[in-house]
């Protein structure tokens, strides 16, 4: 009887963390993204202007090497920008650890980073958020707070969602 409970809690224990390591490695692999949301950016006479951020790029989940439970996700934006951070995995939600990037900004209403009358403001983000997967899509929710790099405006962003489909 003894025998029979040991091999059952160990075949129960090898299922539970067998499960993790398979959602951790489920979601593994390239993604295409896009990120959009309204942020508002103070300048320094504290006027609010509301702009609209839409960027998209190639985003890459490895899983890490350190814990079992985290993944390690990489953020290549077709405008040039590249970042990283990490996550912790607990099912199918994802929460992200506290990160900081470089992004710009279009000041204007006109959003194509391609097109030279545009006016950019660069900022230094601090980012955190939480989401979820779905088979092959990934919806997290972010929420930004920056500074200008040159400048004393900031920015705040407390919904910025991003959608991320497997390629």
Not at 73 to 98: C, H, Q, R, W
């Amino acid at each position: 009887m003894k025998r029979l409970f040991i091999i059952t809690a160990l075949i129960l224990t090898a299922t539970v963390f067998g499960a993790c390591h398979r959602e951790v490695s489920q979601l593994t692999g390239d993604y295409s993204y896009k990120i959009s949301g309204e942020t508002a950016v103070t300048d320094a006479d504290g006027e609010v202007s509301y702009l609209m951020v839409s960027k998209r790029g190639q985003m890459n989940i490895l899983r890490d090497r350190n814990d079992k439970d985290k993944v390690l996700v990489t953020m290549n934006e077709t405008a040039g920008g590249v970042y990283s951070f990490t996550a912790t995995v607990k099912g199918d939600s994802l929460i992200l650890d506290p990160y900081q990037f470089t992004t710009n900004i279009l000041s204007e209403a006109n959003i194509n980073p391609f097109q030279e009358d545009n006016a950019t403001l660069v900022f230094q983000i601090d980012a955190s958020g939480s989401g979820f997967s779905n088979d092959d899509i990934i919806i997290l929710n972010e929420q930004w707070n920056g500074r200008q790099s040159s400048g004393n405006a900031t920015l705040s962003a407390p919904k910025m969602t991003m959608i991320a489909e497997r390629n």
